[in-house]
């Protein structure tokens, strides 16, 4: 009984000087002359960042090379992105990717094979999305620039 009783006071004890060291250095934190600044400037670059969003320009479509460097780009920035667990910006790099590429068909084949089943059915979300965001004329106008590169 007795010892229960000393047990729960030096909780009490250890917990009350948890709480005053967290009160203490919140204390001094909040003191901080540079902390209101640091927090502003945190939040407006988070902001811009959920702005700005992870979208791509699509580069020129009559530059071979410029397409070749930018699928390759999207590919690696894709895969590493889904490697690193940001799932959702991955698939959105392998989007990109699969939008500019000539044989988009075989490339979806190779990563149905490659991707986890989750991540292939989020990319053919994605990649709906982007059919039905595009208009007839964008959809036209890109196919013909593939079938030019090709």
């Known amino acids: 009984m007795e010892m229960s009783k000393t047990i729960g006071i030096a909780a009490g004890v250890a917990g009350t000087l948890f709480l005053g060291y967290c009160i203490y250095f919140d204390h001094k934190r909040r003191k901080d002359p540079d902390f209101k600044k640091k927090l502003r400037e945190r939040r407006k670059a988070k902001k811009a960042a ?4 992870p979208r791509t320009t699509i580069p020129n479509l009559t530059d071979h090379e410029e397409v070749q460097r930018f699928f390759l780009q999207e590919i690696q920035t ?73």
């Not at 959920?50 to 969003?53: F, K």
């Not at 990563?111 to 036209?140: C, D, H, K, W």
């Open 50 to 53: 959920a702005s700005t969003g």
């Open 78 to 150: 894709g895969e590493s992105l889904i490697a690193a667990g940001d799932i959702e910006n991955g698939v959105e790099h392998l989007a990109n990717a699969i939008i500019v590429c000539g044989q988009p068909t075989q490339l979806l084949q190779v990563l149905q094979q490659t991707l986890p089943a989750q991540v292939f059915a989020l990319l053919i979300t994605r990649m709906r999305q982007y059919g039905s965001q595009s208009s007839e004329n964008e959809r036209t106008k890109l196919q013909d620039m593939n079938d030019d590169l090709e």
